[in-house]
């Protein structure tokens, strides 16, 4: 399984941009998917998660200015993101929990991480 994580660049205060993350690989079940960001110096955190069924959570940081999605039939997760501050300056990656096989078990696969800067 793998997972690639494209979309980021450098953005001025107060613009947008949007993250794309595709799975590719064997898959049998793709489920919760999310992203998370890190920002020079500090913790990995949870940005916003998407259930296979549509059920979102966000950061309190995010909440109203980014949106989460997703396209089943691509197996693709999207981040919507509005209103940037410096504050999200980091390195965003994304996390799919997947069962790749009948007979295999859930497990948590990462992306490569993609940087988004936002500075004037």
């Known amino acids: 399984v793998q997972l690639q994580a494209s979309g980021g660049g450098l953005v001025q205060p107060g613009g947008s941009l949007k993250l794309s993350c595709a799975a590719s690989?064997?898959?049998?079940?793709?489920?919760?998917m999310a992203w998370y960001r890190q920002a020079l110096g500090n913790q990995r955190e949870l940005v916003a998660s998407?259930?296979?069924?549509?059920?979102?959570n966000y950061a309190d940081s995010v909440k109203g200015r980014f949106t989460i999605s997703r396209d089943n039939a691509k197996n693709t997760m999207y981040l919507q993101m509005n209103s940037l501050t410096p504050g999200d300056t980091g390195v965003y990656y994304c996390?799919?929990?997947?069962?790749?096989?009948?007979?295999?078990?859930?497990?948590?696969?990462w992306g490569q991480g993609t940087l988004v800067t936002v500075s004037s």
């Open positions: 996390k799919a929990r997947v069962r790749p096989t009948t007979t295999s078990y859930e497990d948590d696969y």
């Open positions: 998407i259930s296979y069924g549509g059920s979102t």
């Open positions: 690989g064997t898959i049998f079940t793709l489920n919760t």
